[in-house]
């Protein structure tokens, strides 16, 4: 066990997005990378703005994508509590701390933290107000990704609002220190408030933790940081989509970071062996979803078939108003197994399995007219159906090569092509001309209902 420990410190003040999940994945893999602790901490003080049920939507959204905490609530450890509002009285030792080591004052009923040096007067034209400013040094911040930083902090701030709550900064860094955190992983839009912890981890005697700053995330088109108000910008989104959490995981991993060669698809443990500070990039990443929802289409072709019809029932579960979902389930579920199956290789994602699939659960499909005038304007289809209703009786339907081969000693005979039979074929078993191969469609739907869709569109068209 390494002697490094982070910690991921989300607010629970809206939905979890793929900036916090990022900022998360990236603490997790330092953490498992080095062996060292990932803790989960709470910073909730801002109690107007947090919600019991904002908290869950952290919790389960961690845990789906398999980013397990060492320390922090529900799993405890010894430094906790490990929600803010429970520390209260953390706070005011270190508070009484400060104001021992003479480091603070009280002004319009708030306590101010005390930077040192000679005050000075001087007028602010942003504010448009005289302000005290203060002598003093630029804080260095040594950062792992940054570089070296610096900025000068001049001007006291406060630590305890005259509400009695403790400002952010001030919490932040008490945490930090009470729970011996080693590196600071977060979000770049931190940086300008990292001179302001380092005095205070400094006017507290603690040591100064490891900063290391990861760039912004860019919203996919224009300029500007992603928020949570973009189009994809919610994890729970891709839960409720049916995404592979591991492909998630692998797309954010890519987010600020590459393994040092232009390698994407990866397993977790490669990605763990070769995470490391220094190779997160600064400039910033752009978010992309299609590059996304390639990963999930990557990782959804492998998934091993238990896995996959599994994840494919999930979803149809989920989706209660949707009758072609409910036909689906409703089905002999080896049959549902197999027309998953058939389908894996063929689509970009889960939720595009209710549709793609319906008319495998249902006699009652629509014909596509365009496709149905294109194929029926060209050759003799009709009789390419009744040839194929007249053979189908004697064809081994075992497998899909035995399938191709009984039309294709069909076509032979009758001196025509697969494709003959082919479109037509595929027209009366689904209404389209997109789908599954269609020997594997034969082979699926079976014989009884393979003759009885032949028949009936043959009757349909006259
Ligand atoms: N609660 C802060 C946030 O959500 C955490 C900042 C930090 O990681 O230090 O951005």
Known sequence: MS?????????????????????????????????????????????????????????????????????????????????????????????????????????????????LGERYEVFDEHRKKTVTKVKTEPTVIDDQIR???????????????????????????????????????????????TSKHVELFKALGAPVP?????????????????????????????????????????????????????????????????FDLPGVNQSNARFDDKKLAHMNMAYLLEQPADRFVSLARDYFSRQTENPAAQAALAADPAYFREVMLLSQPKIKGVEELPAYTAYFFTEDFAIDAKVRDKVLGKGDPQARLRELIEALPAFDLSSDTAIEEGIKSLATAKSLGFGDYQSVARLALSGTNVGPSITGMIRVLGRDRTLARFERFLASVG
């Open 147 to 193: 570089g070296r930083v610096e900025r000068v902090e001049d001007e006291d701030f406060v630590i305890f609002r005259s509400d009695g709550n403790p400002v952010f900064h001030f919490v932040n860094v008490v945490d930090d220190i009470a729970m011996q955190i080693t590196h600071v992983i977060r979000g770049e839009d931190h940086l300008s408030n």
């Open 210 to 274: 490891q900063f290391a700053h990861i760039p912004l995330i860019l919203k996919q088109n224009g300029p500007g940081k992603m928020s949570k108000r973009d189009q994809g910008a919610l994890i729970e989104e891709y839960q409720r989509r049916g995404y592979l959490p591991e492909a998630l995981v692998n797309f954010l991993s890519l987010l600020g970071w590459n393994p040092g060669d232009d390698r994407e698809k990866m397993p977790i443990a490669e990605i763990i062996r070769l």
């Open 3 to 115: 002697h490094v420990r982070v910690r991921f410190a989300p607010s629970p003040t809206g939905f979890f997005h793929i900036g916090s999940a990022r900022t998360a994945l990236f603490n997790w893999l330092y953490a498992r990378h080095t062996g060292g602790t990932f803790v989960l901490r709470i910073e909730d003080t801002d109690k107007e703005r947090n919600s019991e049920a904002f908290l869950n939507v952290i919790y389960d959204s961690l845990t789906w994508l398999g980013m397990t905490w060492d320390e922090g609530p529900k799993v405890g450890g010894n430094f906790g509590p490990y929600r803010q509002s429970e520390r209260t009285e953390i706070y005011r030792e270190y508070l009484a701390k400060l104001t021992a080591a003479g480091r603070t004052y009280e002004k319009d009923g708030a306590i101010w933290f005390k930077l």
